[in-house]
Structures are given as structure tokens and as C-alpha cells.
């Protein structure tokens, strides 16, 4: 019995430590802002632990480049290919949260065909909408009620929430960005 | 021996906790500070950098420090949250020169007055300060809206010797070991708005430079055409174009020694 009761503790000890395994300092996950989902849900970055994470920041109003942003976005789901919900997330962050309810984001997912099992859709307030696009290295302007000027970049963070790679501007570097989601997601 | 297991799984779930929001770990504590407020009454100016140019902006009455965030205002705020000292800081927050002229974690600079700007801070850690005092960043439109004002009135940009003032401010040397408050107020009683300190802004990320704008969906030549062509009817444009060109350079953790912050606050709160 005692010695059933030393394995149990040493069993806990253990998972205590890999639980309390650092976040590196320039990981995504040392923001604590919470995120709303496209089905009213709520999310911090830390729930992505352990999977690649594939970002950019959008607007569902928008008629110009986002349209392009989120193809690309799904051009580069199809070049890497069928991978696992647990491993992977594509997310879209929305940098206009007022116009962008859970519903209007639920909506664009769907209009656009993609997956809410890899796919989502996060909306928060002003204030950690500046600051995520600061950590993306995002700039955008609210140049009227419905429409905003934007960088269009796609990040994509490693399983520890670390940047691994930045792709910027548009039609370019689709295979690029793929095969590094492809290595991160060998890691 | 039961008890050390209870006890192992109370730590376990204690760690689960902070693993799950970071920001219960590095949470803020708020500081008490008596820097003086001023009431900037709202109303209307039009912008005049870059695409913006004409474009009449509307300003909503707000509070602004009447001066820039000294060290020692900084020093306090450092002492109840040491997870934004030098040692600690994260390095998603905070380049390498975050408070790099600090001779440690709570010791401002030998050659610094205490009443000297803080310098050498992120955008990051600006935002905490104002959030731990009860306030935030002022937006670029509220800073400009103020600047716009001389010793006499609210708005002197039609005036050619405010502009030579401005310009002869950004000349000055130094400006950042200077003491706040040691040259005249504004209009609004507003210190040391121009040849002090570059300050940050809320929405400084909204400045779309050049380089990165051939990428970007709306382009924002007309930056740096304004900069180029340096009209008579508007030199002051040209002072207005060195501080966006600042902001359209800088990224959120970088931290310079010649960029401090001041705070503004709502109305209503």
C-alpha cells in the first residue's frame, strides 16, 4: 500500500512539473486578453497549446483585400494538406469587433466554406484588438464607420506559441508558407 | 502521506490555474498617482498628414497629463508590479533596450533626474503604466488636437513662429534628461509637448508607412509626397511628418531613449 501511495505521488509530482513547464517570453500565450468565437464561446491564445496556429486579422465587411486574405488562407490549408483538428488551427481575427457579432463571424465561415473544426473566427475589444495586431505586427485605420485600412500579413506560431513565420502582402508565398506550417506541425 | 497527495493535487491544480490566464499571474496592481490632469475641451481639427489630409476629425473632451511620465512616476509603478521591471519583463512586451540606461531593476539612471521623462519604454508597457494609474493612451488625434495649441491659443498651426518653435524644439539636444515642466505651458496648461520627449500613442500601429504600404490595400504615398514637397503655405506639415514618420517606424516593443508616454483619461470616468 505505502508503496502504491509512493508511485501515486512520485505520478503526480510528475505531471505537476510538465504542467508547470514554462511559456517561452516571446510566446503568444503570455496574453491573457479573452476572445469571443464565431459560436459565442470564449478563448485566451494559451488554449492553442500544442497546436500550430495560422493567423491573420480580417474584417467581415470588407470587399477588398480580406476576400484575398482568407483565400489565402485556404490555399494554404489545401497545400498543407488534411491534418488533424488537434494539431492545427487557422484563425481569423477580426479588427472590427463591433460590426463583427459571434453571428456575422459564424456567417462568414460558413459563406466562405470553412471548417469551424479547424477554423475560427475571434473577435475582442479595441484595446486587445491594438494589441494583438502589435504582437502580429499589424497596422490598421478606421478610415470610415465601415471600412479600415490594413497590413495583410499571415503569421504563423509555433506549438509553443513562438513566431515561426511571417508571410506579408498578397499573392505571394503561399508554398512558402505552407511548408513552414508543414515543419512546425513536425515538431 | 494522503495529506502530501491531497497537497500535491492542490498544487496541481493551482498551476493548471495559471497556466490557463497568464494574466492572473502578471496581474496588475494598481498605483496611486497625483500627476495633474487637464480638461481638454473636444471639438474639431483637420488632420493634415498622409490620406488623411483634410479630413476635418472630431474630438471628444478628455483628460491629458499636464506632462510627460517622469522616472519617478515609473519607479513606483516598477515597485508594485515587478513582473515590468528590466529582469522580468517579457520579451514579447520589451526589446533589449527596455530600460537599458536602468543601473538595475529599481534604480533609475545616476546621470537621470527622478523628475526627468521615463524613456527607453515599450508601447507595451506605456499602456500598463496608464492601465495601473486608472487611466490610457492618448490616440495620435487627441496628442495632435492638443499640440495644436500655443502658449495663447487653442490653435495656433496658422501661425509661422509656432511652426519655427516646433522646429527649433525638435532641434534641442538632450531633451530627455531635462526636468518636466521646466518650459511653458500651453493654452490648455499643458507642459512639454513639443522638445522633450517623442510620446506614444494608443493607435500609433495606425500609421501605414511607405515601405509596407506598396503591400498593404490602401497606400499611403501621399506621406511621404507631403514630406517631399515642403510648401511655403504649410512648413508646419513638415514637423507634423517627422513625428508620423516616428510612429509609422516604430514596433510595440521597441524602446528608445528619446520616446516617453504621458496618459489621458475619459470624461466620464
Known sequence: MKRLLYLLSAFLILSCSKKEEMISPDSIYNVGSVWEKQDGNKISFIDFKGKVLVTTMIFTSCKTACPRLTAEMKKIENEVGKVSPDNIEYVLISIDPETDTPEVMKAYLKTHQLDEKEWMFIRSNENDTREIANIMAVKYKEISPIEFSHSNIISVYSKNGTLAYQKEGLDNDIQRTAKEIKKQLEL | MFFAIVLALFSCSRHSVHEKSPDIQNHLKYVSNSKKMVKIDGGIYEAFIGKDSGKIVKIETFYLDDSPVTNADYLSFLKANPQWTKSKVKRLYADSSYLRHWKSDFEIPENVSPDAPVTNVSWYAAKEYAKSVGKRLPTIDEWEFTALADRNSKNASGKPEFTDFILKSYQKKDK??????????????????????????????????????????????????????????????????????????LKADYCLNNLGFRCAKNLNK
Request: proline share 1%; with cysteine.
Open chain 2, 176 to 249: 530627455n534628461k531635462q526636468i518636466i515642466k521646466k518650459d511653458l505651458p500651453n493654452y490648455y496648461g499643458v507642459y512639454n509637448m513639443y522638445g522633450m520627449v517623442w510620446e506614444w500613442t494608443f493607435d500609433f500601429n495606425s500609421v501605414m508607412m511607405s515601405g509596407e504600404s506598396r503591400k498593404d490595400n490602401t497606400t499611403n504615398e501621399s506621406l511621404f509626397c507631403a514630406g517631399a514637397a515642403i510648401t511655403s503655405s504649410d512648413l508646419r506639415n513638415y514637423a507634423g511628418f517627422v513625428r508620423y514618420a516616428l510612429r509609422g517606424s
